[in-house]
């Protein structure tokens, strides 16, 4: 595979303030966030419930959206699962401890990344920052700027239009999914260990936890595995990382 130009033409970085849609129920937090967030530069739209939150998304236009879990009358999975279905914005869950559980599924729909509460202001504002510097990075797919095609075992990549085929039907892959199955991809047949992989697709400065790259690995069996409990594609190599075996048979 030739080396893929990162050219960065998109506005990117923009200095003018950012602008985020806060989901929250809880006035305390309300406060505290709009003017912590307000002060960081960010501009600050408040929705208090899950179908609050929907409505001001369809109508306005944001940068990233903290979404607690726990809102009235639509759940902050619910609200996240509808948000993905057409759109690719910066999600950050906001949970409880208790809500450990749902957490590996708000990954799994999509959410790129979450807090738990309480949490400090620093902590949130420096994950956002994450969320938002890791999508400014990320190249803009280009119409019919040439293909660059990887094609191992039972699933094709083209990488620029960010397209994935698997058995010949084309699936849907969320960006981080198609990013960490294009570089195992482009590295089959060798072992990328879990630290290069997290840090090649969500970058050295990835404060959450590991179990994020589980979560996705999981998610890419479910699609190109024929059966994701025995994977003979997306193999896992114990103690090491994982690899992508070119040489599988088709199913
Ligand atoms: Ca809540």
């Given at each position: 595979m030739s080396e893929k130009k990162k050219q960065k033409q998109?506005?990117?970085v923009r200095e003018a303030r950012l602008s985020v849609l806060l989901a929250e129920d809880e006035e305390s937090f309300i406060d505290a966030l709009q003017i912590g967030l307000r002060a960081e530069g960010f501009d600050v739209t408040v929705a208090r419930d899950g179908v609050?939150?929907?409505?001001?998304?369809?109508?306005?236009?944001?940068?990233l959206i903290l979404l607690d879990m726990m809102l009235p009358r639509m759940s902050g999975l619910d609200v996240c699962r509808s948000i993905r279905g057409s759109s690719d914005v910066p999600i950050i869950m906001v949970t409880?401890?208790?809500?450990?559980?749902?957490?590996?599924?708000?990954?799994?729909?999509?959410a790129d990344d979450y807090v738990t509460k309480p949490y400090r202001l620093r902590e949130l504002v420096a994950r956002m920052r994450a969320v938002l510097r890791r999508r400014a990075a990320?190249?803009?797919?280009?119409?019919?700027?040439?293909?660059e095609v990887i094609e191992?075992?039972?699933?094709?990549?083209?990488?620029?239009?960010?397209?994935?085929?698997?058995?010949?039907?084309e699936v849907h892959l969320?960006?981080?999914?198609f990013d960490l199955l294009a570089i195992l991809m482009?590295?089959?047949?060798?072992?990328?260990?879990?630290?290069?992989?997290?840090?090649?697709?969500?970058?050295?400065?990835?404060?959450?936890?590991?179990?994020?790259?589980?979560?996705h690995i999981k998610r890419l069996r479910a699609v190109i595995e024929?059966?994701?409990?025995?994977?003979?594609?997306?193999?896992?190599?114990?103690?090491?990382?994982?690899?992508?075996?070119g040489k599988a048979p088709n199913a």
């Open positions: 998109k506005p990117g609050e939150a929907l409505q001001a998304f369809d109508e306005g236009s944001f940068d409880a401890k208790s809500e450990e559980i749902d957490t590996v599924v708000a990954l799994e729909i999509g990320e190249p803009a797919a280009e119409e019919g700027d040439g293909f191992l075992a039972d699933v094709k990549l083209e990488l620029d239009r960010r397209r994935a085929m698997v058995r010949e039907e969320r960006r981080k999914e482009e590295n089959a047949g060798r072992v990328l260990t879990r630290e290069v992989l997290i840090d090649r697709i969500w970058g050295s400065d990835y404060i959450g936890d590991t179990k994020t790259l589980d979560v024929v059966d994701p409990k025995s994977p003979v594609m997306l193999t896992t190599v114990r103690g090491v990382g994982y690899r992508f075996d």
